[in-house]
């Protein structure tokens, strides 16, 4: 990785939140009435999408034992960035990234199910 950071699950999925919450501010901007109020409407939706504690999330994947360059596949995947971003972010190829990411979920999978 060139002197990029990495960020955790936690951190992934608030951004994550955080990008929906903006879509769904544009969306009701473009669809809302002049005449409405903007903030009761926001407020309903974001009441919807309450920050949760994701230790829980964090500990499995503590339990899987990842290496340090899959993991950070893994937490860019949990941001809800593409093979083709990740790929760009961390400056690897697709498939390392497709390899990387099918590595973390055979190990989910053996140690969860």
């Known amino acids: 990785m060139k002197n990029k950071k990495i960020i955790t699950i936690k ?59 899959d993991r950070a596949v893994l937490d860019c995947y949990m941001a809800g960035m593409t093979c083709n971003e990740i790929a760009e972010f961390l400056d690897i190829s697709r498939i390392t990234v497709w390899r990387r990411r099918t590595r973390a979920q055979v190990k989910y999978k053996a140690l969860f199910f």
């Open 11 to 69: 951190q992934a999925a608030c951004n994550l939140v955080s990008c929906q919450i903006g879509r769904m501010y544009k969306k009701m901007i473009y669809s809302c009435d002049l005449d409405s109020p903007l903030a009761e409407n926001l407020s309903v939706e974001i009441d919807h999408y309450e920050e949760k504690d994701y230790t829980e999330v964090d500990n499995k994947i503590e339990l899987l034992n990842l290496k340090p360059r």
